[in-house]
Nanobody, 115 residues
Framework: QVQLVESGGGLVQPGGSLRLSCAAS????????MFWYRQVPGKERELLAS???????NYKDPVKGRFTISRDNAKNTVYLQMANLRPEDTAVYYC?????????WGQGTQVTVSS
């Protein structure tokens, strides 16, 4: 029911910055929460950050202090600002949204950190 489209991925050098966007098909204020995950082939999808309806944020240790999640309710968009990127950040990054008891997913966007 909820459509999510990520964008902004690409190739960046170590130490560089990148901003990912997640556009939702409905007012994100009506969603129960927004999340960013990432996944490396052959590994489990990893939660990185979340933002609540009220704006409270939470980060997992691997990205704490480097990544920032934010939301723009008027644009129905959630962002992930990534700084000081490392090669180990290379992954497919996914946006997700909680609505009711269901978790919805975008298609993912590739981020590659390499010199």
């Amino acid at each position: 029911q909820v459509q999510l489209v990520e964008s902004g991925g690409g190739l960046v050098q170590p130490g560089g910055s990148l901003r990912l966007s997640c556009a939702a098909s409905e007012n994100i204020f009506n969603l129960n929460g927004m999340f960013w995950y990432r996944q490396v082939p052959g590994k489990e999808r990893e939660l990185l950050a979340s933002v609540s309806n009220g704006g409270a944020t939470n980060y997992k240790d691997p990205v704490k202090g480097r990544f920032t999640i934010s939301r723009d309710n008027a644009k129905n968009t959630v962002y992930l600002q990534m700084a000081n990127l490392r090669p180990e950040d290379t992954a497919v990054y996914y946006c997700s949204a909680m609505k009711g008891l269901r978790l919805y997913w975008g298609q993912g966007t590739q981020v590659t950190v390499s010199s």
